[in-house]
């Protein structure tokens, strides 16, 4: 056996953001232009267009409060894992993929939210390996506290053995279960949070919103941020050019946009992060 101290290896992340989308389309553009010699001038403004849109995200990235260390472990461990062979193993109940943390922007806006609003008890549906929990329980108060529901046990551990590791990690309870369930028990035991964070099925986010506004669960006054409410483009996109994610996101956005009950922003950041105050 040769036993070697390289990196298990990680592969890059594919595109899942309009932007990120944006900037591979404009790289094939620009190589495209190069090989078939097209005009001076239409080659630097193809180069600018470029330049304009890859910089942007590694420029947030330098300017914004860097990662805690177990926020940076969180995320290196998640793209060390080969997520295809532990479903191919039968380890994971569902199809993951590191695509799938949220990361250093949303996870530093998300802290700031929760800094910003006082918030103390939190839901978060979807939680993965638990970077969006990790960087909202860090803005907790020693008695604030963070209820994640996540469906897969295997990716539910994977959290857990990092959160152990932070000393904010004890903020966080983790609900193994669909989150249908989990959320219908909250409310029969009469729990209620002051922020949600919805980030699971894109299918089943019409039913989340129902529960946390009829149920009781959201307080009034309360806030539901959305994640991946741009669905890469595909919410404003053609209809045609929709999946069935893109068609649930597309209509999650009309029913809160016709929500009189509600006041909410849609921000451009990342896949799209919806921020919603319950009136
Ligand atoms: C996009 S990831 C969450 C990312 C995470 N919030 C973060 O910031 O890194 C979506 C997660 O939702 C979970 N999920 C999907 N359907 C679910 C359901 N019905 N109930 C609970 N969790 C679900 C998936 O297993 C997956 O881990």
Same mark, same amino acid.
């Given at each position: 056996m040769? !036993? ?6 990680q ?6 953001t309009? &932007?990120?989308i &944006? ?5 094939? !553009?620009?190589?495209?232009a ?15 267009a470029?330049q304009?849109g890859s910089?942007?995200?590694p420029?947030?990235d330098q300017?914004t409060? @860097?990662? @805690?260390e177990a ?6 461990k998640?793209?060390? =894992?080969?997520?295809s062979k532990c479903? @191919?193993?039968g380890? +994971?109940v569902?199809?993951l =993929?590191?695509?799938?943390?949220? $990361? #250093?922007i949303?996870?530093q806006t998300?802290?700031m939210?929760? #800094?910003?609003?006082?918030?103390k ?7 993965? +390996?638990? /970077?969006?929990?990790l960087a909202m329980?860090? *803005?907790l108060p020693e008695?604030? %506290?963070i !209820?994640?529901?996540?469906?897969d046990? /295997?990716t539910a ?8 590791v932070s000393? #904010?990690g ?9 989150a &249908?369930e989990?959320?219908?028990? &909250? *409310? ?6 002051q922020?949600?964070?919805i980030d699971?099925d894109?299918?089943?986010y %019409?039913?989340?919103y ?8 959201? =307080?009034? $006054?309360?806030?539901?941020?959305v994640?991946? +409410?741009?669905?890469?483009g595909?919410? /404003?996109?053609?209809p045609q050019?929709?999946?069935e994610n ?6 999650f956005?009309?029913? !809160? *946009? ?5 006041e909410?922003v ?9 921020m919603?105050r319950?009136l």
């Amino acid at each position: 056996m040769t !036993i070697t101290n390289e990196k298990p290896t990680q592969k890059t992340a594919r595109p899942v953001t309009p &932007l990120g989308i &944006l900037v591979e389309k404009l790289e094939g !553009i620009v190589e495209q232009a190069k090989q078939e010699g097209v005009s001076e001038n239409l080659q630097s403004a193809i180069d600018a267009a470029f330049q304009l849109g890859s910089g942007l995200d590694p420029y947030l990235d330098q300017v914004t409060t @860097s990662e @805690s260390e177990a926020l940076a472990n969180l995320d290196r461990k998640t793209r060390e =894992e080969d997520w295809s062979k532990c479903f @191919s193993d039968g380890e +994971t109940v569902r199809k993951l =993929e590191q695509e799938m943390l949220s $990361g #250093h922007i949303e996870g530093q806006t998300l802290k700031m939210f929760v #800094h910003m609003t006082k918030a103390k008890r939190i839901l978060e549906i979807g939680m993965f +390996t638990g /970077y969006s929990a990790l960087a909202m329980a860090e *803005a907790l108060p020693e008695d604030g %506290k963070i !209820i994640a529901c996540e469906v897969d046990p /295997y990716t539910a551990q994977f959290g857990r053995d990092c959160f152990d590791v932070s000393p #904010h990690g004890n903020k966080i309870t983790i609900l193994v279960d669909p989150a &249908l369930e989990s959320m219908k028990k &909250l *409310a029969s035991e009469g729990e209620t949070f002051q922020l949600a964070f919805i980030d699971a099925d894109k299918t089943g986010y %019409k039913d989340y919103y129902r529960l946390l506004m009829d149920e009781g669960l959201l =307080e009034s $006054g309360g806030y539901i941020f959305v994640d991946n +409410t741009l669905l890469q483009g595909q919410a /404003y996109l053609p209809p045609q050019q929709r999946n069935e994610n893109g068609e649930a996101i597309a209509q999650f956005n009309q029913m !809160i *946009a016709d929500d009189p009950r509600v006041e909410q922003v849609l921000l451009p950041l990342r896949d799209g992060l919806t921020m919603i105050r319950k009136l």
